[in-house]
């Protein structure tokens, strides 16, 4: 199992940047692909963005794509989402995950093998 604990939610206004820290112990040398999910009330859980293990292959959804950047840094075993010109629709419980032996474009919820406890990310207009 891997642990994994985010950091750096917030309330922003729209335009605004914020960026989310997920630090990740445990089964690391599994070498996980790590993901970023969303979940708004009465919504499915929705993949925002995904990184490989080396960082070499990263993938996003239609919706962030341009505004959002996943990264990784391996030596602190930490994974960053880095989120650029928010909009309301951004609004959401954010939550970083891992998932083993997947590519970055096959995430998905039903794939992931650990989670956090979710950041909440809130975007006034």
């Known amino acids: 199992q891997v642990q994994l604990v985010e950091s750096g939610g917030g309330l922003v206004q729209a335009g605004g940047s914020l960026r989310l820290s997920c630090a990740a112990s445990?089964?690391?040398?599994?070498?996980?692909?790590m993901g970023w999910f969303r979940q708004v009330p009465g919504k499915e859980r929705e993949f925002v963005a995904a990184?490989?293990?080396?960082?070499?292959?990263?993938y996003y959804a239609n919706s962030v794509k341009g505004r959002f950047t996943i990264s990784r840094d391996n030596a602190k075993i930490t994974v960053y989402l880095q989120m650029n010109s928010l909009k309301p629709e951004d609004t959401a419980l954010y939550y970083c995950?891992?998932?083993?032996?997947?590519?970055?474009?096959?995430?998905?919820?039903?794939?992931?093998?650990?989670w956090g406890q979710g950041a909440q990310v809130t975007v006034s207009s």
């Open positions: 995950a891992a998932a083993f032996g997947v590519a970055v474009h096959e995430l998905d919820p039903g794939v992931m093998a650990s």
């Open positions: 445990g089964r690391t040398f599994s070498r996980p692909t």
């Open positions: 990184i490989s293990w080396g960082g070499s292959s990263t």
